[in-house]
C-alpha cells in the first residue's frame, strides 16, 4: 500500500495498460512496484535517483500540477533489462492533495515520447 492519499488511473492509461499486458505479462505488480519504489520516494522523501524527470514547457497554468515522465520502469516481463526497460509512465502530483494521477504508459519501442495533447487535454486551463 503507499502512503498517497489518492492514485487515479485516468481512461487513456487504464488503455494504455490493457494494451501492454497483452505483450507484459507482469504490468501490473511492477507498476505497484514503481510506484512505491520510484514515485513514493521521489515525491514524499525526495530522494532522486535521475529516474524521473518533470516534464517542461507544458503552459499548464496551475501551479498545484506538475507533470512527470519516468524513464526507469523495471518490467519483469522484459528478462535482463532492469530498470532501462524502455517502458514510460507520464503521470500528474497534485501536491496539495498529495494525489498521483496516472496518464500515460507506453514503451519506448513503440514510440519516442508522451501524448503532450492528452496531457494539456486534461491540464492545460
Do not use: W
Request: aromatic content about 10%; proline content about 2%; overall charge positive.
Amino acid at each position: 500500500m503507499t502512503r498517497f492519499r489518492e492514485i487515479v488511473r485516468l481512461p487513456e492509461f487504464e488503455r494504455d495498460m490493457k494494451r501492454l499486458q497483452k505483450r507484459f505479462r507482469t504490468l501490473e505488480d511492477d507498476l505497484q512496484v514503481f510506484i512505491k519504489a520510484q514515485v513514493e520516494l521521489y515525491h514524499h522523501q525526495r530522494v532522486d535517483n535521475k529516474a524521473i524527470v518533470q516534464v517542461s514547457g507544458l503552459g499548464i497554468g496551475s501551479p498545484t500540477v506538475k507533470v512527470y515522465k519516468a524513464k526507469k520502469f523495471a518490467c519483469r516481463a522484459l528478462k535482463h533489462k532492469g530498470a532501462a526497460s524502455g517502458i514510460r509512465v507520464i503521470y500528474a502530483y497534485l501536491e496539495e492533495e498529495d494525489r498521483i494521477e496516472l496518464i500515460e504508459m507506453y514503451y519506448k519501442g513503440d514510440k519516442e515520447n508522451g501524448d503532450r495533447e492528452r496531457i494539456l487535454g486534461h491540464y492545460k486551463t
